[in-house]
């Protein structure tokens, strides 16, 4: 079946990079996609990324998917501590999204 | 405009009760879905209603847990005899339902449930 693994955890200064990294096995994926969640709040659509592309940027964040590997990051630049949160991987399946367990960044002063 | 609305916010019940927890969904979203969120697991999908078309039960844990989307709109997730192990964060969202792009979930801020 569908399944998608991310790391649970990631820890960076302020103004570094963050590269969250995340795999899927669904090959017929569609979209893929990143939600952030803040303490207490649902989850905030950040980006996606169709599966014909490799690279998507917005902003201060940029998607590489590497269809091939079935790999997909989230790279924040100058990450700030209100970036401090759990950022979801999801895959698009037939009707449903599935997503990973979440990586938790916190982002340090 | 007006995002997905949950209500209640939180929920406190007694092992046994049974619970409703409400979504209303953004105007002019066919699709509608459940997911359920426990402590230190990711997104468990629920159910998801399209439109008109009967809905995809086959994330319902248990027939303890149903669901009913009235007029193609506001949707109530019932979960009787309550159970400890059901405290989690029930999130729900909604999306056009037509096409890739337009698919893209929109999601409340959920309703966090505790059975004591």
């Known amino acids: 079946g569908e399944d998608v693994e991310q790391s649970l955890f990631l820890s960076v200064r302020e103004g570094d990079s963050s590269v969250i990294n995340c795999t899927y096995t669904?090959?017929?994926?569609?979209?893929l996609y990143w939600y952030k969640q803040e303490p207490g709040a649902g989850l905030q659509l950040l980006t996606y990324?169709?599966?014909?592309?490799d690279m998507k940027q917005d902003q201060r964040l940029t998607v590489l998917l590497n269809k091939k590997d079935k790999h997909l990051s989230l790279r924040i630049a100058d990450t700030q501590t209100g970036d401090s949160a759990i950022y979801f991987c999801a895959e698009r399946g037939d009707s449903t999204l599935t997503f990973g367990k979440g990586t938790m960044l916190l982002v340090s002063p | 405009g007006a995002g997905v609305s949950q209500s209640p916010s939180n929920k406190v019940t007694e092992k046994g009760k049974d619970v409703e927890l409400r979504c209303d969904p953004i105007?002019?979203?066919?699709?509608l879905y459940w997911y359920r969120q426990s402590l230190g697991q990711g997104l468990e999908f629920l159910i998801y209603?399209?439109?008109?078309?009967?809905?995809?039960k086959s994330g319902l844990p248990s027939d303890r847990f149903s669901a009913e989307r009235t007029g193609g709109s506001v949707s109530t997730l019932t979960i009787q005899r309550t159970q400890q192990e059901d405290s989690a964060v029930y999130l729900c969202a909604s999306s056009f339902g037509q096409g890739a792009k337009r698919d893209t979930q929109y999601f409340g801020p959920g309703t966090r449930l505790t059975v004591l």
């Open positions: 209603f399209q439109g008109n078309s009967a809905p995809d």
């Open positions: 990324i169709f599966s014909n592309m």
């Open positions: 669904d090959s017929s994926s569609t979209y």
């Open positions: 105007s002019g979203h066919t699709a």
